[in-house]
């Protein structure tokens, strides 16, 4: 069994009239393999697969002309085709931004397991530089995440030798360059790792229907601290209080004290009854931002589990409502940017900054528009970090977009 897991990439902000000049990046980083993972940090095989747009970009709003412009544009800045793996082209999965990069996944459709990450500069360059990427021969890679000089993988392996083809990889990163040595890997339940972040020197890791979240020490074998089982666990974030697991059918958000682990509450929430979905939750301001499928976007507050505010599903004509789910979702400030599969990226803006504490004060979600793209594909993942927008937007690559208020 396979699950099909979705991601995204990034963009940046230059200032007007000012041409920034590209950041040197670790050089004489040599290309690696060891059969299973080559590593390519020669930067001119992969400057093919940029393209640089520079463009202005619209949000179609359906609003009446007459109606307020909107505070902020958009500008399409580059945009990134996905690899080919033995002869295969990838989907984007998902995209994480930070600091000057963007981390990218990339996975195959359909039974075989094949993936790749790009790491790509995004900040101190005037258009994205793809610095390093790996490609795994028999791997899909869900998500990637980044902390401490380490690239960390969710993964589904192909490799019939494994007990679980469920895994979380590390990959030593240093200036955007990639290695081997280093490499650590652990094997989880269930058919795959389907979210992985890391922070404090722990590593958690979700992995699917039969599965639950992990907690692993950062270290080089990544020891298994805790196992807690949780169905259909699609998704994990945290901030400094919580860590909390998004699952689904049906949709519900558990709530975990970072410092002890325990479990504090489940909540049921509206949505995430699709099977073998993607669902993400943002911790942002003691509230889970959720992706919740066919109920679009929830927002709850953490400490009760109120519902504090919400966006329906979008619904296009001539879509079929089952892939115009909502599978991702991201936040800063007052602007939400929220994923919709083949119905494309949509930004909405709330009645506050979302990472201020509000208790169960209702948070009203405005829907602003469409972002539009000439060749999107299908929006997987979406990452914001208040001034740049990564699209993973599957077979269409990563879209990167810079946002001027």
């Given amino acids: 069994m396979k699950r099909l897991i979705v991601i995204g990439a990034m963009s940046f902000l230059f200032l007007a009239g000012c041409e920034k000049a590209v950041e040197p990046a670790v050089q004489g980083v040599p290309d690696q393999t060891d059969g299973r993972i080559t ?12 393209t640089v747009r520079d463009e202005d970009m619209t949000i179609s709003s359906g609003l009446p002309k007459a109606a307020a412009p909107l505070a ?61 990427s790996v490609q795994f021969a028999d791997t899909d890679i869900n ?42 890997k652990r094997m989880l339940s269930s058919y795959a790792a389907t979210s992985v972040v890391a922070s404090n020197g722990k590593v958690y890791a979700t992995t699917g229907n039969t599965g639950g979240l992990y907690v692993l020490t950062q270290n080089s074998t990544l020891d298994v601290e805790s196992f807690t089982s949780l169905e259909d666990a699609r998704w994990v974030d945290l901030d400094a209080n919580y860590v909390v697991v998004a699952q689904g059918t049906p949709g519900r958000l558990s709530v975990f004290n970072r410092s002890t682990m325990a479990l504090l509450n489940t909540y049921s929430v509206p949505g995430a009854t699709i099977a073998e979905s993607k669902s993400t939750v943002r911790v942002i301001g003691g509230k889970g931002l959720f992706a919740a499928g066919d109920a679009g976007v929830q927002l709850v507050n953490l400490a009760t589990g109120t519902i504090v505010g919400s966006l329906p599903r979008v ?15 991201d936040a800063a400030g007052a602007y939400v940017y929220i994923s919709n599969g083949e119905a494309g990226i949509y930004v909405a803006q709330a009645s506050q900054a979302l990472e201020n504490l509000s208790g169960n004060t209702t948070v ?24 740049q927008i990564a699209v993973a937007a599957g077979l269409g690559g990563v879209k990167l977009v810079d946002m001027t208020e």
């Fill in 39 to 50: 590593v390519i940090n020669d930067e001119a095989k992969l400057a093919g697969r940029v």
């Fill in 72 to 132: 902020f544009s958009l500008k399409l800045n580059s945009e990134i085709t996905p690899p080919t793996v033995g002869g295969q082209k990838l989907q984007a999965t998902s995209v994480v931004l930070n600091a000057n990069f963007a981390y990218v996944s990339y996975n195959m459709q359909g039974l075989s397991a094949i993936g790749a990450i790009d790491v790509v500069q995004v900040k101190g360059v005037k258009n994205a530089v793809i610095r390093a």
């Fill in 143 to 184: 998500n990637v995440f980044f902390d401490n000089n380490k690239v960390y993988l969710a993964e589904a392996s192909g490799n019939p030798a494994y007990d679980s083809p469920s895994f979380v990889e590390a990959l030593v990163s240093n200036g955007g360059k990639l290695q081997l040595n280093g490499n650590a």
């Fill in 315 to 329: 619904t296009v004509s001539g879509l079929d409502p089952s892939v115009t789910v909502t599978n991702a979702v």
């Fill in 364 to 387: 009203t979600l405005t829907t602003l528009g469409k972002l539009q793209f000439a060749s999107l594909q299908s929006a997987n993942h979406v990452a914001f970090d208040g001034k």
